[in-house]
């Protein structure tokens, strides 16, 4: 079951890390779109950035340290329990 909740886990920071990823892309372009005075979204990208883009960057820090301490721990105990 842990095995199971860890790889659900896994695959949702893996499919978060490429949305931040994603959005992050978005905003460099759009800022050298700005830059060269193309409209490439950037007033789109800042008015998803509370609702969309701040929680998913959150999401992904909390997931991370879940996971690292999850594997510590596993670690530290599965290594005196052998």
Do not use: E, H
């Not at 372009?29 to 005075?37: F, I, T, Y």
């Not at 301490?69 to 670690?75: E, F």
Request: proline content about 2%; cysteine-free; aromatic content about 14%.
């Amino acid at each position: 079951m842990k095995d199971k909740a860890l790889r659900w886990l896994n695959t949702a920071l893996m499919f978060n890390l490429f949305f931040v990823m994603a959005g992050a892309g978005w905003f460099a372009a759009a800022v050298v779109g700005r830059s060269l005075d193309l409209n490439l979204g950037l007033d789109l990208f800042y008015k998803l950035w509370q609702p969309v883009f701040n929680p998913a960057i959150g999401l992904l820090i909390l997931g991370s340290v879940v996971s690292g301490i999850s594997g510590w721990v596993s670690r530290k105990f599965g290594s005196t329990n052998s």
